[in-house]
T-cell receptor, first 114, second 113 residues
Framework: EPEVTQTPSHQVTQMGQEVILRCVPI?????FYWYRQILGQKVEFLVS????????KSEIFDDQFSVERPDGSNFTLKIRSTKLEDSAMYFC????????????FGNGTRLTVT | DQQVKQNSPSLSVQEGRISILNCDYTNSMFDYFLWYKKYPAEGPTFLIS?????DKNEDGRFTVFLNKSAKHLSLHIVPSQPGDSAVYFC????????????FGQGTTLQVKP
């Protein structure tokens, strides 16, 4: 079964550094998402992306965050200047059709900001 | 933000018995509900969903029940198997045509052989 793949599985960065988390959604999927889970907390929606633009974003997704689909396969989340509180698991997800379709999640990237 | 709540952080059942995981929500505008399962070091895996126009949906050993008046849904797993041991998340959305999900905190299910 096709999978959403995320790299790296673990990223350690220093506070203030830029980090890019990478995702390869399932190939025929059209809608892309980033979620995150801070340790011990809920999985939270960050942003949705369709047709090369953001369709919705949460309050968490401030100017430090950006997303991009630079080519036909990758979907990236960039954090421009990382803070300690950005440490979390970041999950990428995708779906083909928007109606009544469950999200397919990747295995996540654990981001540790020191 | 407590729109979706799973009040039991953990549940332990014997293999072969029924597991019942519960979820409550506060926003009456939610109309699509999902259950995900998560193993350590993996992403959430979709299990089963239900639209607000239904009160029950079955898929093999998994059944989801929705009680809109009580704003409550539950996941029944029967019979439970040791491989079902995982964290189970309930999630809801305001519409079936959005991927923006509101998750509960999760319930850790342990199925003992």
């Amino acid at each position: 079964e096709p999978e959403v793949t995320q790299t790296p599985s673990h990223q350690v960065t220093q506070m203030g550094q830029e980090v890019i988390l990478r995702c390869v959604p399932i190939s025929n999927h059209l809608y892309f998402y980033w979620y995150r889970q801070i340790l011990g907390q809920k999985v939270e929606f960050l942003v949705s992306f369709y047709n090369n633009e953001i369709s919705e974003k949460s309050e968490i997704f401030d100017d430090q965050f950006s997303v991009e689909r630079p080519d036909g396969s990758n979907f990236t989340l960039k954090i421009r200047s990382t803070k300690l509180e950005d440490s979390a698991m970041y999950f990428c997800a995708s779906i083909r059709e928007i109606y009544n379709s469950p999200l397919h999640f990747g295995n996540g990237t654990r981001l540790t900001v020191t | 933000d407590q729109q979706v709540k799973q009040n039991s952080p953990s549940l332990s059942v014997q293999e072969g018995r029924i597991s019942i995981l519960n979820c409550d929500y506060t926003n009456s505008m939610f109309d699509y509900f999902l259950w995900y399962k998560k193993y350590p070091a993996e992403g959430p895996t979709f299990l089963i969903s239900i639209s607000s126009i239904k009160d029950k949906n079955e898929d093999g050993r998994f059944t989801v029940f929705l009680n809109k008046s009580a704003k409550h849904l539950s996941l029944h797993i029967v019979p439970s198997q040791p491989g079902d041991s995982a964290v189970y998340f309930c999630a809801a959305s305001l519409s079936s045509n959005t991927g923006k999900l509101i998750f509960g905190q999760g319930t850790t299910l342990q199925v003992k052989p």
